[in-house]
T-cell receptor, first 113, second 113 residues
Framework: EAQVTQNPRYLITVTGKKLTVTCSQN?????MSWYRQDPGLGLRQIYY???????DKGDVPEGYKVSRKEKRNFPLILESPSPNQTSLYFC????????????FGDGTRLSIL | GESVGLHLPTLSVQEGDNSIINCAYS??????FIWYKQESGKGPQFIID?????DKRQGQRVTVLLNKTVKHLSLQIAATQPGDSAVYFC????????????FGEGTQLTVNP
């Protein structure tokens, strides 16, 4: 089954403790992206990757890092999480860019205390 | 600045009626538009997309209309069913590089039996 898988689905942690949210897709998609979703603000793009070893900042990249060492994986790294990063995070992928339909994972709810 | 927004944050319809969800955008350079449906606890699901060289596109029970003159996008759902209850997002790709997608804030559609 074609899918985007995120882990963990839920995480409660404390300020400053490094964490990684993994994202994997099995569709051989070149484009992958991370979004955060907050009430009243909709989905905002954090980082995206057009292909392996190619990553770029989205609209809200501060406090986040990403890597794209393999086509299927696109982890989101919070080196020193802060409470304002408490949010619902979505990973997405598409065949060739954001001008094609993106497949989304089911989300990761992060709470930073 | 660039913005994608929705005229109505909530829409309530009777089962069997047609629904129309509206979206305004401000970036005249946008060349790709897409509608997503998000059910509670899930990631956004692709519904339908349209490119700027078209003004109408139809899918199964859904139609997207694009009016570039007034920068307006709409999603029409025919014979709305309870399973259509969800939050609907429009999004635009404002860059010709095909790398970034900007989402609207979403409209909550409720279908009453």
């Amino acid at each position: 089954e074609a899918q985007v898988t995120q882990n963990p689905r839920y995480l409660i942690t404390v300020t400053g403790k490094k964490l990684t949210v993994t994202c994997s897709q099995n569709m051989n998609h070149e484009y992958m992206s991370w979004y955060r979703q907050d009430p009243g603000l909709g989905l905002r793009q954090i980082y995206y990757s057009m292909n392996v070893e190619v990553t770029d900042k989205g609209d809200v990249p501060e406090g986040y890092k990403v890597s794209r060492k393999e086509k299927r994986n696109f982890p989101l790294i919070l080196e020193s999480p802060s409470p304002n990063q408490t949010s619902l995070y979505f990973c997405a992928s598409s065949l060739g860019g954001s001008n094609q339909p993106q497949h989304f994972g089911d989300g990761t709810r992060l709470s930073i205390l | 600045g660039e913005s994608v927004g929705l005229h109505l944050p909530t829409l309530s319809v009777q089962e069997g009626d047609n629904s129309i969800i509206n979206c305004a955008y401000s970036n005249s350079a946008s060349d790709y538009f897409i509608w997503y449906k998000q059910e509670s606890g899930k990631g956004p699901q692709f519904i339908i997309d349209i490119r700027s060289n078209m003004d109408k596109r139809q899918g199964q029970r859904v139609t997207v209309l694009l009016n570039k003159t007034v920068k307006h996008l709409s999603l029409q759902i025919a014979a709305t069913q309870p399973g259509d209850s969800a939050v609907y997002f429009c999004a635009e790709n404002g860059e010709t590089s095909g790398s970034r997608l900007t989402f609207g804030e979403g409209t909550q559609l409720t279908v009453n039996p």
